[in-house]
């Protein structure tokens, strides 16, 4: 199943997050694009366990969900950041009738801002109300950025 409208908007999304890696994902959470995301990562237990889980709740919940990869609980949060060397900010973010998106990034490279998130949500949205699911990624884009 190829899915042009989740291909070009895990693409916009990855441009104007600044995101290391991005997935698209059916509503079977069937893997229909990527970036810098390798085999041997897509199919670690770990990983796409971990990716899933949050992938299927935004998709349950139709909203976007924004974590991290060590900590999902504040509650079971170590008292130490000696675990920390590989946190990663995560979001998954709901294409309804589609799928969904995943991107994340180092921690050290920053958060993935909320604003941004409710942006690219409000173009979803605004796509899917329009009737514009065929539009280009450039299209996309420029949406986003005329909503700033």
Same mark, same amino acid.
């Given at each position: 199943?190829n899915?042009?409208?989740?291909?070009?908007m895990? #693409? !916009?999304?990855?441009?104007?997050?600044?995101a290391?890696?991005?997935?698209?994902v059916?509503?079977?959470?069937e893997?229909?694009?990527?970036?810098?995301?390798?085999e041997?990562t897509?199919?670690?237990?770990s990983?796409?366990g971990f990716?899933q889980?949050?992938?299927?709740h935004a998709l349950d919940e139709?909203?976007?969900?924004?974590t991290?990869? !060590?900590?999902s609980?504040p509650t079971?949060?170590p008292?130490?950041?000696?675990n920390f060397a590989?946190l #990663? !900010?995560v979001?998954c973010i709901?294409?309804?009738g589609h799928?969904g &998106?995943y991107?994340d990034?180092?921690?050290?490279?920053?958060i993935?801002a909320?604003e &941004?998130i409710?942006?690219l949500?409000?173009v979803?949205?605004g796509?899917?109300?329009?009737?514009?699911?065929?539009?280009s990624?450039?299209?996309?884009?420029a949406?986003?950025?005329r909503?700033?």
């Amino acid at each position: 199943m190829n899915d042009s409208l989740l291909s070009k908007m895990m #693409r !916009v999304a990855y441009k104007v997050t600044g995101a290391e890696r991005a997935l698209a994902v059916n509503y079977d959470l069937e893997t229909l694009d990527k970036i810098n995301l390798e085999e041997t990562t897509l199919e670690d237990p770990s990983f796409i366990g971990f990716a899933q889980k949050w992938l299927r709740h935004a998709l349950d919940e139709g909203h976007y969900v924004i974590t991290n990869n !060590v900590v999902s609980d504040p509650t079971k949060a170590p008292i130490t950041n000696t675990n920390f060397a590989n946190l #990663r !900010v995560v979001v998954c973010i709901p294409v309804r009738g589609h799928g969904g &998106v995943y991107l994340d990034q180092h921690i050290r490279n920053g958060i993935i801002a909320r604003e &941004v998130i409710n942006r690219l949500m409000d173009v979803i949205h605004g796509i899917q109300k329009n009737s514009q699911e065929e539009a280009s990624e450039e299209h996309i884009m420029a949406l986003y950025e005329r909503m700033s």
